[in-house]
C-alpha cells in the first residue's frame, strides 16, 4: 500500500506561535518513530510509540514539544511557543514493530518547518 | 556525543568504478546497523542492514562490512551508477528501537 505520509510538507511560521506536524505510517504498523533533521546534521531521534503509547521519549528536546498518537495510527507532534532553533526538518518514520532494532524503519518525506 | 560518525562529508566517484562509505561507532551496545539513502526533498529511504552477528550482507550491487572489533562498518557500491548519486546515512540500534544516526556522506557519481 502507500507508503508514510506526513503533512503539511512546508510549514513557515513566527516565532512563539504553535505548530502541529501530522503523520500517516504505513497501515498495519504498529511502531511510529519522529527524528528531526536540522541544517548539516543527522538525523535526531525524538519520541517512539508503539501502539498509541510512548515508551520512549528521550529524545524530546525541550517541554515545549509533545506528541500523541491515536487508533494505534496516526500521530501528530506539536511544538508550542516555536523558537528559531525549531527549524528543522521533521521526518516521521513506521515499522511493522516485530522485534526491536532489527525492525526496518521506513521514512516518510518529512516536514521542512522554518521559524521566523 | 556523536555515537555514529561518517567522518567524510563528500565523495566523488565515477560511473563504473566502486563507491566506499565508511561508518564508525563508539556504543558497544549498538548490534544492528543500517544504511540508508536520501535525495533532496525525500525522506531515508532503507538500502541495506547487518546484524552484529555477520560481518558481510551482500544485495545486489551493495555490501555492507562490519567490523565489530574496530567498530566500523562500510558500505560498497559496485560498479556506481548515477543515480545512486545522494546522501549515505548510516545508522545503529541496540536494544532500544530508536535508530541513531551518522550525518552522511555526499556520494556524486560523474560520467
Known amino acids: 500500500g502507500a507508503g508514510v505520509s506526513q503533512s503539511p510538507s512546508n510549514k513557515v511560521t513566527e516565532k512563539g506561535k504553535d505548530v502541529e506536524l501530522r503523520c500517516d505510517p504505513i497501515?498495519?504498523?504498529?511502531?511510529l518513530y519522529w527524528y528531526r533533521q536540522s541544517l548539516g546534521q543527522g538525523l535526531e531521534f525524538l519520541i517512539y510509540f508503539q501502539g498509541n503509547s510512548a515508551p520512549d521519549k528521550s529524545g524530546l528536546p525541550s517541554d515545549r514539544f509533545s506528541a500523541e498518537r491515536t487508533g494505534g495510527s496516526v500521530s501528530t507532534l506539536t511544538i508550542q511557543r516555536t523558537q528559531q532553533e525549531d527549524s528543522a526538518v521533521y521526518l516521521c518514520?513506521?515499522?511493522?514493530?516485530?522485534?526491536?532494532?532489527?525492525?526496518?524503519?521506513?521514512f516518510g518525506p518529512g516536514t521542512r518547518l522554518t521559524v521566523l | 556525543d556523536q555515537q555514529v560518525k561518517q567522518n567524510s562529508p563528500s565523495l566523488s566517484v565515477q560511473e563504473g568504478r566502486i563507491s566506499i562509505l565508511n561508518c564508525d561507532y563508539t556504543?558497544?551496545?549498538?548490534?544492528?546497523f543500517l544504511w540508508y539513502k536520501k535525495y533532496p526533498a525525500e525522506g531515508p529511504t532503507f538500502l541495506i542492514s547487518?546484524?552484529?552477528?555477520?560481518d558481510k550482507n551482500e544485495d545486489g550491487r551493495f555490501t555492507v562490512f562490519l567490523n565489530k572489533s574496530a567498530k566500523h562498518l562500510s558500505l560498497h557500491i559496485v560498479p556506481s551508477q548515477p543515480g545512486d548519486s545522494a546522501v549515505y546515512f548510516c545508522a545503529a540500534s541496540g536494544t532500544a528501537s530508536k535508530l541513531t544516526f551518522g550525518t552522511g556522506t555526499r556520494l556524486q557519481v560523474t560520467l
Open positions: 556504543n558497544s551496545m549498538f548490534d544492528y
Open positions: 547487518i546484524s552484529s552477528i555477520k
Open positions: 518514520a513506521s515499522s511493522p514493530g516485530r522485534g526491536v532494532g532489527t525492525d526496518t524503519q521506513y
Open positions: 497501515s498495519g504498523h504498529t511502531a
